[in-house]
């Protein structure tokens, strides 16, 4: 069990907790000179079954509150420490505020310095205690007077820590692995280290970590679990790990987080829900504040989302703005001061760290936010799948709710998704919207084919943005493919269409065309364009081109650039030169296809250029930089003729 010490400055934090375990928990020379605390401290003890209880100690100042916010992240209990002679005081009222707001409710009150108070003035000093707490999380947390330097009363406090700690349901370690760092030192023989609380999952000796920001990648050397060596650890512990990895002590800081690859997500906004404290003032629209979350403190602004302002004791949806990136998951806790950080303003709970960028204060929107609240992901899912019909990024709600493959393919299965697989992508719809989908795709190519009688049918990407602009493409391609496989439509080279559809073309277009296609064959790599071949027969250039366009749309060229016409014959080649040189390089690029089809060190680099663009804009392949990459399904792409 994790204890997180609260309260004002001078009221006996530090010596309780030497009274409790026998440590000092102030390690810096200016901590032992100025007998204050001024950053976290840690200390443990040993019980009786073997556990271990952890103590994190924390500054009292008011200029400290920020120290405070970190040491109470992931603690399971507060111990809220109280002098018997000057009773509650301003930082013993802040930070129980901040424990409120965090929604931390274990704990117990030290009534600390006993010996120095009349048993009149102990009395009253209860009864300051009794009414503090009133109304708060802790209300009704045993209060126990004490001495932490004469330890009078000490030993009953430790059995109640021993006596929770034993009944306290251990946490959960489903989910992947993250810890908010709040220490980094360096030890001669073992390099880098870093300390913190362990939020979820399990980390092992040996494994892979990403420091975030700034994605740093990390080999876990060895551990020490509460303050001893271990083979593991998990959510929960508190867990001291030397890193390895090309990066120095100086690279990591308090605020960053350790975490399984999967969970390496920076951003700079969410939206949350949060709650402003009965004795504080109202919060406005993009009012500026620093935002605590995890160990860290950035500067931002809160963006409300369901009204103008938030009086106090009051609720809202909200955005929350940063200046910087960091890491959140849905169900982080955050707190909320001023622009100064001398006032609490708020404090909440994230509900979605992948925010739309438009229409965040519709009703759609905000009755999902509402939905969010509830912990149960089956419930947010249900609700986002039926808002969604383009589908659900799968891989984004798995991580944003700290999923497991396991847990999330049950989750999928449960709420009864279609899923569609595409590489790393994983996209998910419900029954009605995929069949949906397929209606749509359907009336998209008869519309067009009603439209355009003389066109074969549909480039894939072009009939995607008709199905529905926003679909995925790995969604689309499982949509067409499906419907393909059950007969339901059809393709011709690059073109998709109705099974039963056939372009028509006059007799007289194939007759002028049967004496221009000679010029085109005789380069077929590199044909004349529109205007040479008006020079080299005589036939006006409007006519070429019009011919030409109509030719096109029957599946007989290809209008690779402006006025440059393929064969498709010269397509279905060059198709498979593309596919080769993929296998063969792992990509195509302009100065490689170029040498494929025209020689090395000859010319022709600009057509080499628009031809790997027509492939690109057809779906055949993807660009990457100034690679091309065949795309999936390329490989049995049908550039056979209609």
């Avoid at 998209?444 to 549909?458: P, Q, S, W």
């Avoid at 099974?499 to 004349?528: C, I, M, Q, T, Y």
Wanted: neutral net charge; contains cysteine; glycine residues 8%.
């Amino acid at each position: 069990m994790i204890v997180g010490t609260a309260g004002h400055i001078d009221h006996g934090k530090t010596t309780l907790v030497k009274a409790l375990t026998g440590v000092d928990a102030d390690r810096l020379p200016e901590e032992k000179a100025r007998g204050i605390t001024l950053d976290l401290g840690y200390a443990y003890s040993q019980l009786p079954d073997g556990s271990v209880l952890g103590f994190v100690d924390v500054p009292g100042h008011e200029r400290l509150v920020h120290t405070m916010l970190a040491g109470a992240t992931g603690i399971d209990f507060v111990l809220l420490i109280i002098a018997a002679d000057d009773g509650p005081m301003p930082q013993t009222r802040e930070h129980l505020e901040l424990l409120d707001l965090l929604g931390l409710s274990l704990g117990a009150v030290a009534l600390t310095k006993i010996d120095a108070v009349t048993p009149e003035r102990l009395a009253s000093a209860e009864k300051e205690i009794a009414m503090l707490l009133a109304g708060t999380a802790l209300a009704d947390s045993p209060v126990f007077p004490l001495s932490g330097r004469s330890s009078d009363g000490v030993p009953a406090l430790r059995a109640h820590l021993e006596a929770t700690a034993a009944t306290l349901r251990a946490r959960s370690t489903a989910g992947r692995f993250r810890l908010a760092i709040d220490r980094c030192f360096s030890l001669s023989g073992v390099g880098t280290v870093v300390t913190g609380t362990a939020h979820a999952g399990k980390v092992g000796a040996g494994e892979t970590a990403i420091i975030s920001p700034p994605g740093l990648k990390a080999r876990v050397r060895s551990l020490h679990v509460q303050d001893r060596p271990a083979q593991s650890g998990q959510a929960g512990d508190r867990i001291a790990m030397a890193l390895a990895g090309d990066f120095e002590k100086q690279d990591i800081a308090r605020g960053m987080w350790l975490v399984d690859p999967a969970l390496a997500m920076p951003l700079t906004r969410f939206h949350g829900e949060l709650r402003v404290p009965a004795r504080q003032k109202p919060l406005t629209h993009l009012q500026p504040v620093h935002v605590h979350m995890g160990t860290e403190d950035i500067v931002g602004r809160v963006a409300l989302l369901d009204c103008t302002e938030v009086g106090a004791g009051g609720t809202a949806l909200v955005e929350v703005l940063l200046e910087r990136e960091t890491l959140a998951l849905r169900g982080d806790h955050f707190i909320l001061r001023d622009a100064s950080a001398q006032r609490t303003v708020a404090g909440g709970r994230v509900l979605d760290i992948f925010p739309p960028v438009r229409h965040k204060r519709s009703a759609e929107r905000l009755a999902l936010l509402a939905t969010m609240r509830d912990d149960e992901p089956a419930v947010t899912l249900k609700l986002l799948i039926a808002q969604s019909p383009a589908g659900v990024d799968l891989i984004r709600f798995a991580a944003a709710w700290n999923l497991t493959d396991h847990a999330a393919e049950a989750l999928w299965a449960r709420v009864s998704l279609r899923v569609v697989r595409a590489g790393a992508a994983m996209i998910g719809f419900a029954a009605p919207s995929w069949t949906a989908l397929e209606q749509q795709l359907l009336d998209a190519l008869a519309r067009e084919h009603e439209r355009t009688t003389d066109m074969i049918g549909v480039e894939r990407e072009r009939l995607r943005r008709m199905t529905a602009a926003n679909l995925p493409r790995a969604a689309f391609d499982a949509l067409s493919d499906e419907l393909r496989a059950a007969g339901r439509i059809a393709q011709t080279r690059a073109w998709l269409h109705l099974p039963e559809h056939r372009a028509s073309v006059s007799g007289a277009d194939r007759d002028l065309f049967a004496v221009l296609k000679p010029l085109l064959d005789a380069a077929p790599f590199n044909p004349p364009r529109v205007r040479d071949v008006f020079k080299a027969s005589g036939t006006p250039e409007d006519v070429v081109r019009q011919l030409f366009k109509r030719l096109s749309r029957a599946g007989e060229l290809y209008p690779v650039a402006h006025d440059h016409y393929f064969t498709a014959a010269a397509v279905a080649e060059l198709a498979a030169i593309v596919c080769q040189l993929n296998a063969e390089h792992g990509a195509t690029q302009a100065g490689i296809l170029r040498d494929a089809i025209y020689g090395a060190g000859g010319g022709g680099r600009k057509v080499a250029i628009q031809i790997l663009e027509f492939f690109d804009r057809i779906g055949y392949t993807r660009r990457v930089r100034d690679d091309h990459l065949l795309r999936s399904e390329g490989a049995t792409h049908d550039w056979s003729a209609p």
